[in-house]
């Protein structure tokens, strides 16, 4: 069905990059202007994906290319200051907000941070002297796949703003970053291309927190999306730099959410992946993982929660490129309703990765009869001194803790919400920053709360504590 | 006043298999019974089925807790009106901690009857006092509910969850069961501290080397879905002598010991 399709829709982002490329952010920086077509051509030349791509098998993208989307205008989308209040956490540092992709000065502020290390707007920095031969000249563009996804070279074509993030050498950022992307959907529906560019040096450490939301966007089911939002990071982390990256994604159900964060790690660099997936109508997450440098490890952690029609894919690849390099991707999928998840989780060892040490787990919980997880794990062995591990499993809540809980006095209901919140509650234990822990806590309760259909006033206090050994409630 | 458990001819069945077939049983306050039979007999469907589980259809009889249809309640009504069970296999829940369930179990109870929830003052000195009278290690309380703990420690942890609760009436399934000599005596003096004129307790179990420490006032002998003998404790050590062998026909309790 994309294919035929296709041909109109091309025709579609054709005319809208002729009019964006030559008034965009750094358009008269020539390597930019060469990504920028390079990808658009890449785009023309695959379209979108359909269901016969491995790559897509389990979801189709139809319902985005058969939208006419449009750009949204410059200073599009109302956001108040007192409407943001409801969505900012207490810890954060530099707060910056995008309102549909673009960077709302007015409603960031970036507060103190240590010498030499740039925390702001993407379009701003690609206007600044420094874009001809930086650190944004030498690495945006430079990981994300483009070759391999369209959307990603979408992505680049349309990339403008977005957060760009420098950490010089041995900078420590103490307090965690928190982007907000907010979607404001207008009459026609519309799209954006968020990009990131986040780049740790040598021994640098950073939290960062990318959160996507909408300001309403909810359509009822079928009435199709009022916005589509691709965004793409690129997060290069130098030799023994710790970086920790948290992506929550909580949009409304008229909501097409794709993302994709390219990790590049030196040697001896230790990242942390986490993704918060608690809501749109069609979400697909990618997460790719390069361990370039010896010594590197990686930790893919994610929690995924889907009711209603809901749609929600994780696509993980994780490349061993050096020896001696650990990784760890657990993801967690909790899907209710007539909701579909999918887990593809691949890991490639090359050639020269010996001593790797890799593993996968995937498990899902199916809280309804209509619910469908499709869950794929592949190993790629090139090296023959290695551990990697991978296995998944598929469930429904413990009818026997059930009992054991009701038998104590514990409602059912109280009981089902306990035991949810006890297997979201391992993904969200593998949060170190503790602010950042405790945002995306609040959510999943509430995410959680959704899915039992709990009433608002029941959510009682004392179910912050029920994780065990939580150092954050001592 | 009438009786805090009554069992009128009880028939249960699990997929079409009748596993209790006419079980009568009286209980009063202050009393201590043991129900014993050999595997199979539905010693622990008896004790489940009590405590609600919903996987047995009950096809005939009735049950009065607290002159009350106990068989109409749900599990966690039941434990509203002072029920607990010891469950034979104390089931395992990951990311849960065993502190906050045990408060949360306490606290759902009083909310149920209209009492106000504990608060820490009084929830951790009283856990401190009973987890001392079970020696059980502090630790086990910041861990997941029964997660990795060993086939000791669980028991200990239903009898601990059994001494905060302060059921009216407890329900142990086998909790004898792969306890070692010094654990079963610090479960028997757990529950033997719980004994009380208001108090009743069912003491389920195969073999009869817990009754040396729980001394109950009466023995049952379950054979085959029905209640073939009861007596008083020395029919326990009867039972150590001769074994379930003789009591595989079903026997009045009025006909005495003869077989």
Same mark, same amino acid.
């Given at each position: 069905m994309g294919v035929s399709t296709a041909a109109s829709a091309i025709d579609i982002y054709r005319e809208l990059f002729a009019e964006f490329e030559p008034r965009a952010?750094?358009?008269?920086l020539p390597w930019l202007r060469q990504l920028r077509h390079g990808a658009f051509a890449r785009f023309q030349e695959q379209g979108f994906p359909t269901t016969h791509d491995e790559d897509w098998r389990?979801?189709?993208v139809a319902a985005v290319a058969n939208t006419t989307f449009r750009l949204p205008l410059a200073g599009e989308g109302d956001l108040s200051a007192a409407q943001l209040r409801q969505w900012q956490w207490e810890g954060a540092g530099a707060r910056l907000v995008f309102v549909n992709g673009r960077y709302a000065a007015e409603l960031s502020s970036t507060g103190p941070l240590p010498a030499g290390v740039v925390v702001g707007s993407l379009a701003e920095a690609l206007e600044? *002297?420094?874009?001809?031969?930086?650190a944004l000249a030498q690495h945006?563009?430079?990981?994300?796949d483009e070759r391999r996804d369209s959307f990603c070279a979408l992505n680049t074509a349309f990339a403008e703003d977005g957060v760009f993030v420098y950490v010089p050498r041995? &900078? +420590? +950022?103490e307090a965690p970053v928190s982007l907000l992307f907010v979607i404001v959907p207008g009459s026609q529906p519309a799209m954006s291309h968020p990009r990131n560019l986040i780049v740790v040096e040598e021994q640098g450490q950073l939290a960062i927190v990318e959160e996507y939301l909408s300001?309403? %966007? @909810?359509?009822?089911?079928?009435?199709?999306?009022c916005a589509f939002s691709n965004a793409v990071t690129e997060l290069a982390a130098g030799a023994q730099s710790v970086v920790s990256h948290c992506r929550i994604e909580r949009s409304q159900p008229g909501i097409c959410n794709l993302s994709t964060l390219r990790l590049e790690q030196a040697r001896g660099a230790s990242v942390a992946s986490h993704a918060l #997936? #608690? =809501?749109?109508?069609l979400v697909r997450n990618n997460v790719h993982a390069v361990l370039?440098?010896? =010594?590197g490890d990686c930790l893919i952690n994610g929690l995924f929660l889907g009711r209603g029609v809901e749609h929600v894919d994780n696509f993980m690849l994780v490349e061993?490129?050096? *020896?001696h390099c650990a990784s760890r991707q657990f993801y967690n999928g909790l899907l209710d309703d007539c909701a579909r998840g999918v887990y593809h989780g691949r890991i490639v060892v090359h &050639? @020269?990765?010996?001593?790797t040490d890799a593993k996968q787990t995937n498990r899902n919980l199916l809280l309804s009869d209509d619910a469908q997880i499709d869950t794929k794990p592949q190993l790629e062995i090139h090296a023959d001194d290695v551990k990697c591990t991978h296995g998944a499993t598929i469930g429904q809540l413990d009818e026997e803790a059930l009992f054991y809980m009701r038998s104590r006095g514990i409602a059912e209901a109280a009981a089902r919400r306990l035991l949810l919140l006890a297997f979201a509650g391992e993904s969200l234990g593998r949060i170190r920053e503790a602010p950042v822990r405790e945002h995306a806590s609040r959510l999943v309760r509430q995410a959680v709360l959704r899915i039992t259909g709990g009433a608002k006033g029941e959510e009682a206090g004392h179910e912050n504590e029920f994780a065990p050994g939580d150092p954050a409630q001592t | 006043m009438g009786a805090l458990l009554e069992i009128e001819n009880l028939h249960a069945s699990v997929d079409g298999h009748e596993i209790l077939k006419g079980v009568t049983l009286r209980v009063n306050a202050g009393e201590v019974h043991s129900v014993m039979g050999p595997n199979g007999s539905g010693k622990s469907t008896l004790a489940q089925v009590l405590a609600r589980r919903?996987?047995?259809?009950?096809?005939a009889g009735a049950v009065r807790f607290r002159g009350k249809? !106990? !068989?109409?309640?749900k599990p966690e009504e039941a434990a509203w009106e002072g029920l607990f069970l010891a469950f034979q296999y104390p089931v395992e829940i990951p990311g849960v901690s065993n502190v906050s369930f045990v408060r949360a179990s306490m606290n759902a109870i009083r909310k149920a009857c209209g009492q106000p929830e504990a608060t820490s003052l009084e929830f951790v000195p009283r856990l401190r006092e009973k987890m001392e009278l079970l020696g059980m290690e502090t630790g086990l309380m910041e861990r997941?509910?029964? @997660? %990795?703990?060993s086939g000791g420690e669980k028991k200990r942890n239903e009898i601990l969850q059994m001494a905060v609760l302060e059921p009216t009436l407890a329900i142990l399934d086998e909790?004898?069961?792969?306890? @070692?000599i010094d654990a079963m005596k610090t479960v028997a003096k757990g529950v033997n501290a719980m004994r009380s004129p208001e108090r009743a307790i069912i003491v389920v179990t195969h073999?009869?080397?817990?009754l040396n420490y729980i001394v109950p006032d009466f023995v049952h002998v379950l054979v085959d879905g029905r209640i073939a003998r009861s007596g008083g404790p020395e029919l326990a050590l009867e039972l150590e002598e001769s074994g379930y062998g003789a009591m595989e026909e079903p026997v009045p309790p009025a006909a005495g010991a003869a077989s």
């Open positions: 952010a750094g358009c008269r389990f979801t189709s600044a *002297p420094e874009a001809a031969t930086g945006l563009g430079r990981w994300a041995g &900078k +420590v +950022v300001l309403g %966007g @909810d359509t009822g089911a079928g009435v199709g999306l #997936l #608690l =809501g749109g109508a370039a440098g010896e =010594g061993h490129a050096s *020896p &050639k @020269d990765a010996q001593k | 919903d996987t047995y259809a009950i096809t249809d !106990l !068989l109409a309640m997941s509910v029964n @997660d %990795g703990f909790t004898d069961s792969g306890l @070692d073999y009869q080397r817990l």
